[in-house]
């Protein structure tokens, strides 16, 4: 609209002349629309909830934009999402098994050109040490159990063994 280019250009304005005088620009977006809130279906800035997130890497696979990489460390899993690639597709959070990836409202990603390569989200899904063998492993998460188990107990042993030895458990149970 005619308005909105001229309110634009008085805004730009007001920063250079703000510059001239020596005082500090706004550089983000925030600064200007400090008033605006975002409507609670947008789908702004992608967040992780390190809590649900199993390190399955499905998130990393549907993403089209290569906006999310999951790099295994010592400690864990290191999950990064790079903001400034993300395209806001959504086909993270539509297709993560346990809702663990989700956008926020948030739509300020205006980033100054130094800082662009800074706007991460970076998370740490950690290893647990298993009871039986004592090998580092990603237990499944509340969410997982909830969604494989509804309406059941949830046998303790998922949370505190590895795949290998649940399985081998679950094999003795079954054949001795």
């Known amino acids: 609209r005619p308005q909105a280019i001229a309110e634009a250009l008085a805004q730009g304005i007001e920063i250079l002349q703000a510059k001239a005088k020596g005082e500090k620009a706004p550089t983000k977006l925030e600064t200007i629309f400090n008033d605006f809130e975002a409507p609670e279906s947008y789908r702004g800035r ?97 969410a997982l159990i909830e969604k494989a188990y509804p309406d059941k107990e949830v046998p303790e042993i998922l949370a505190v063994n590895c795949p290998e030895c649940r399985k081998k458990t679950a094999f003795e149970r079954f054949y001795k």
């Open 46 to 142: 992608m967040a992780l909830d390190e809590q649900k997130c199993t390190a399955c890497r499905t998130c990393e696979t549907v993403c089209p934009s290569g906006a999310i990489k999951i790099t295994k460390t010592l400690e864990g899993y290191k999950h990064t999402i790079w903001h400034n690639t993300c395209c806001f597709c959504g086909n993270c959070s539509y297709f993560c098994p346990t809702g663990a990836i989700f956008p926020t409202n948030d739509f300020n990603t205006v980033q100054l050109q130094n800082e662009k390569y800074q706007d991460t989200n970076v998370a740490l899904v950690p290893f647990y040490e298993c009871e039986s063998c004592g090998k580092n492993f990603i237990p499944a998460t509340n």
